[in-house]
Nanobody
């Protein structure tokens, strides 16, 4: 049974930091590209960051570059999102996702990801 379980969300003041974790099970984690997406209130789900199966390649949406860092630990079947200098506009439900096959053209598209977690709420107040 495939499971992706996010944790680490919460309420934080603007300028603060949070570290999200996503624990994976039920599939060959180390062979999958992993991504983080988010959905703010009244907004569509959007791409945040992705990391290749080796961890060597990462991609970020422009609005989080320099503030967020995605990483993975294949020994622990876990992917992380370190979020620094948080802004109120980062408020959203954050989802992790896994993709068995990805290309440079599809790695930011939610439709390319096979498995999804339930999400964790991040709220940033000013």
């Amino acid at each position: 049974q495939v499971q992706l379980v996010e944790s680490g969300g919460g309420l934080v003041q603007a300028g603060g930091s949070l570290r999200l974790s996503c624990a994976a099970s039920g599939f060959a984690f180390s062979a999958y590209t992993m991504g983080w997406f988010r959905q703010g209130p009244g907004k569509e789900r959007e791409f945040v960051a992705t990391v290749s199966w080796t961890g060597a390649s990462t991609v970020y949406t422009d609005s989080v570059k320099g503030r967020f860092t995605i990483s993975r630990d294949n020994a622990q079947n876990t992917v992380y999102l370190q979020m620094n200098s948080l802004k109120p506009e980062d408020t959203a439900v954050y989802f992790c996702a896994a993709a068995s096959y990805i290309t440079t053209a599809t790695r930011t598209a939610s439709r390319a990801y096979n498995y999804w977690g339930q999400g964790t709420q991040v709220t940033v107040f000013s």
